[in-house]
């Protein structure tokens, strides 16, 4: 779940250099998220220029890059199994750690 939502931040910070790269590579990233799904998915345009400092007035930018906004929440069944199979591990371990102290004892 947290390399999920990891990588879902840092695709967001992510600069591309046209539009259908940025929706290319967001649709690829989504398609492997087992516990997040997005909402309102939105291209954002950034203005750059080659030039240090504060852009002269109404001076064009010498190119755009491209970002993704957007919002995720969790697929809640995926969620609930996720956490279910992550208890029963957890006490399996504990059995199995319960048996072995046990046989210690004896």
Do not use: W
Request: charged share 35%.
């Amino acid at each position: 779940m947290d390399k999920e939502i990891k990588a879902f931040k840092a695709f967001q910070a992510t600069m591309f250099a046209c539009e259908d790269d940025a929706n290319r590579a967001f649709e690829k990233l989504t398609q492997n998220f087992l516990l997040l799904e997005s909402i309102d998915k939105k291209i954002v345009t950034h203005k750059r220029y080659k030039k240090r400092g504060k852009p002269k007035k109404n001076q064009e930018p010498d190119f755009y890059e491209y970002s993704i906004e957007s919002n995720y929440s969790f697929k809640i069944e995926s969620y609930h199994q996720t956490l279910k199979n992550l208890y029963l591990q957890k006490m399996k371990l504990c059995k199995i750690n319960l048996k072995f102290y046990i046989i210690i004892m004896k």
